[in-house]
């Protein structure tokens, strides 16, 4: 079984701050894939990176994909409170299934 | 892309009875799978449903407590059978294409059970 430890689980910021979740795991995936979720809604894509130590921007928010492919970090610039909610990371096994992260839960204060 | 509808979006049931969720996809897709998910945490699989063959359930889930139901490429039904509290739960369905490809997900059914 392939296991991602997705850290924290939790954190509540002020407007403006930096924060960066982590997601860990001692297998490699085929590519690792970043969701967001609002409450009563799925979980929907931010970003997928497949190539070891590659790195996506989207806008204020920073995706890493470690060069052994085991492990990803989201860094996000001057959080806004519309950043708010529970951020996913999914490992994509190599017979396409997804493994997912314990979720951070990201509140973000005026 | 592909849009899923699931419903219903919550229900409120008595233990001992079954609810069934359904999705349904703007396209005909080949895998689908469902989730549960506790609210504000992580999304944990309970099987995978191909047209055509038996859903594959996870360790811990079982097809008589989730019967799953995938009559065509763009439908599937899952039901939760005997409910009890520890049911309660979020349950998503989700498609997804080609390995490094989006998963999309239905909006989710909250389920409670009282």
């Known amino acids: 079984t392939q296991l991602l430890e997705q850290s924290p689980q939790f954190l509540s910021i002020q407007e403006g701050e930096n924060l960066t979740v982590y997601c860990n795991s001692s297998?490699?995936?085929?590519?690792l894939q970043w969701y967001r979720q609002e409450p009563g809604e799925g979980p929907v894509l931010l970003v997928t990176v497949v190539t070891g130590g590659e790195v996506k921007k989207l806008k204020r928010l920073t995706f890493q994909f470690g060069d052994a492919r085991k492990d990803s970090s989201l860094h996000i610039t001057a959080a806004q409170p519309g950043d708010t909610g529970l951020y996913l990371c999914?490992?994509?096994?190599?017979?396409?299934?997804?493994?997912f992260g314990g979720g951070t839960r990201l509140m973000v204060k005026p | 892309s592909a849009v899923i509808s699931q419903k219903p979006s919550r229900d409120i049931c008595q233990r001992g009875t079954s609810l069934t969720i359904q999705c349904q996809v703007d396209?005909?897709?080949?895998?689908m799978f469902w989730y549960r998910q506790q609210p504000g945490q992580s999304l944990t699989l309970i099987a995978t449903?191909?047209?055509?063959?038996?859903?594959?359930?996870e360790s811990g889930f079982v097809i008589d407590k989730f019967p799953i139901s995938r009559p065509n490429l763009t439908f599937s039904t899952l039901t939760v059978s005997n409910m009890s509290p520890e049911d309660s739960s979020i349950y998503l369905c989700s498609h997804k294409g080609g390995i490094n490809t989006e998963a999309f997900f239905g909006q989710g059914t909250r389920l409670t059970v009282v």
């Open positions: 297998s490699v995936f085929s590519s």
């Open positions: 449903a191909n047209q055509g063959s038996e859903a594959t359930y």
């Open positions: 396209s005909q897709v080949t895998m």
């Open positions: 999914a490992g994509v096994t190599a017979g396409n299934m997804l493994t």
